[in-house]
C-alpha cells in the first residue's frame, strides 16, 4: 500500500466500505484486491487480539475457523478469558499464542514485538483509539469493535495516523445491515431516495446492569447524553444514500 497514493476521502471510503470476514481475509491487501474476494495466497494472515472478553471472545472463534488465519499473540488484563483463549486457539490446532496480561497497556508490547498483519480491538471503549493507534504505528492494521474513537480529536489523529503510515483502523466488525432493502434502493424501486432515517435496538439492561457483563458501559450511559451507537444505524444509511459505496 503506498501511502503517496492515498488521502483522507480515499481513506474514509475504504474504512467504510470494509466489513466483517471480507477485511479480516483479505488483510494487509489494498482495498480493489479486497473486492475480489477472498486472499488466496498461500501466507496466512495473522491476527493479535486485543480484548477477548464477550464481543472479543465470539471474534476469536470466527477467525479460528478461517483457513489461511493464524492468531499468534492474545492481550487482556482478565486471566481468566486470556487462559480461556489460549486454549481455544490451542484446541483449533494451531501454536500457542504469546500472552500479554500485565497491565491495561499490555497491548503496546503486542504492537511494538509481535509480526502481525492486524490487531482485533475488543476492549472497553476507551481503549479503541489507543490500541488502533499503537497498531498503525507499529506497522499493523487495525479492526475495531463500535465505537472506533471517543472524541474528534482522536477520530483527526485516525486519519493522520493513516496518512503517515499507510496502516488503517477501521470499524469493520458490524455486520451487514438490510440487504434486501438495499437492493431494492439499487435497482431503483423506491425511486430517489432523498431522506432516510434509521434506528437501532439493543435491550442492554442485563449488560448494563451485571458487573460481571461489563462493568465499564453503564458509566457511559450516566455520563453522556446522545446516541452511543450511531454507528449501527449509519451502516444502513450510508450505503442507501451511496456515500463512500
Known sequence: MNNNNYNRRKFLSQTTTAM?????????????AMAQGFNKSSKPIRLGFVGIGGRG???????????GVEVPA??????????????WVEESGQATP?????????????CEDEELDAVIVCTSWEWHAPVCLASMNNNKHAVSEVPLMQTLDEAWELVETFEKTGKWASIVLGGFGDMTLLN???????GDIIHVESGYIHDLRRVK?????????????????????????M?????????NH
Not at 57 to 67: D, F, N, P, R, T
Request: proline share 9%; glycine share 8%; charged share 25%.
Open 20 to 32: 466483517g470476514g471480507l477485511a479480516i481475509a483479505g488483510m494487509g491487501l489494498p482495498l480493489d
Open 57 to 67: 471472545s465470539w471474534h476469536l472463534s470466527v477467525a479460528l475457523g478461517i483457513e
Open 74 to 87: 492474545i492481550c487482556d488484563i482478565d486471566p481468566v478469558a486470556l487462559y480461556r483463549a489460549k486454549r
Open 98 to 110: 504469546k500472552l500479554y496480561g500485565d497491565g491495561p497497556t499490555a497491548f503496546k508490547r503486542l
Open 184 to 190: 431494492m434502493v439499487r435497482k431503483k424501486l423506491l
Open 209 to 233: 446492569f451485571t458487573p460481571e457483563e461489563e462493568p465499564w458501559r453503564l458509566q457511559h450511559a450516566v455520563d453522556r447524553n446522545g446516541n452511543l451507537y450511531p454507528d449501527h444505524p
Open 235 to 243: 451502516r444502513n444509511m450510508i450505503p442507501a444514500l451511496d456515500i
